[in-house]
């Protein structure tokens, strides 16, 4: 099982990075985050953390960022009617986080908003990995009445209501506190995201 390559890139675009290790090239699928990381190095050397995905017809190598994200891809993968290319297409989509709390909460539209991920793949992965990705990281405080997860959603589909993506939203977000109220944060969301002079 190869864990991990250390390497010089020896090239790198969306989704796929070349490393050269010791005069070999291996090349990697890589997450969102990975490919950054390697196109950031420039020719000089990146540290990526590997799967190998062993098939009949094939050997692939995958590239990951942080532990956080192989591991989800690796889980993903248990996941009946998820291939690798699914896999990789949800942990490249959004943070390791945000994707546990989308589980947790049972958000099917933060994965069908998802190129290649459908309503049904999305329930899948919500039923199958609920209690695999329970024990991992709880990001809410003991003392929330109500869980972080859920206000979280509820400010998400309010700014998706007001005309964003599930994409634009799950950014506008993620540097907002989490412990205010959830219009608070559809307010903060919205005059982040909206230029000042704009609109009538």
């Known amino acids: 099982m190869i864990a991990s390559l250390r390497g010089r890139v020896a090239s790198s675009a969306v989704g796929v990075t070349v490393l050269d ?3 070999v090239g291996y090349r990697l699928a890589t997450t969102t985050t990975a490919s950054r990381r390697a196109a950031a190095a420039g020719d000089g050397e990146v540290t990526l953390l590997t ?7 094939a050997l692939q190598l995958f590239g990951f960022a942080s532990e956080a994200e192989r591991s989800l891809f690796e889980m993903l993968l248990g996941v009946s ?18 994707i546990r709390r989308a589980v947790q909460s049972g958000d099917h539209a933060l994965f069908t ?3 290649g991920i459908g309503r049904r793949t999305a329930e899948r992965v919500v039923i199958d990995l609920k209690d695999k990705v329970g ?3 709880v990001p809410t405080s003991v003392e929330a009445p109500t869980p972080a997860g859920n206000q979280h959603t509820a400010a998400r589909d309010a700014l998706v209501g007001l005309g964003m993506s ?15 109220p959830v219009e608070e944060r559809v307010r903060l969301a919205l005059s982040g ?8």
Do not use: M, N
């Not at 799967?51 to 017809?57: G, N, P, Q, T």
């Not at 998820?82 to 297409?89: D, E, I, N």
């Open 21 to 23: 290790v010791g005069g």
């Open 166 to 180: 599930v994409a634009e939203a799950e950014a506008a977000l993620r540097p907002i506190d989490e412990t205010l």
């Open 135 to 137: 024990g991992l990281v």
């Open 81 to 98: 009617g998820v291939g690798p290319k699914a896999a990789l297409a949800i942990v490249s989509g959004y943070e390791p986080d945000q």
């Open 193 to 200: 995201a909206v230029p000042a002079g704009a609109g009538g």
């Open 51 to 57: 799967h190998l995905h062993v098939r009949e017809d």
């Open 113 to 115: 908003s998802i190129p």
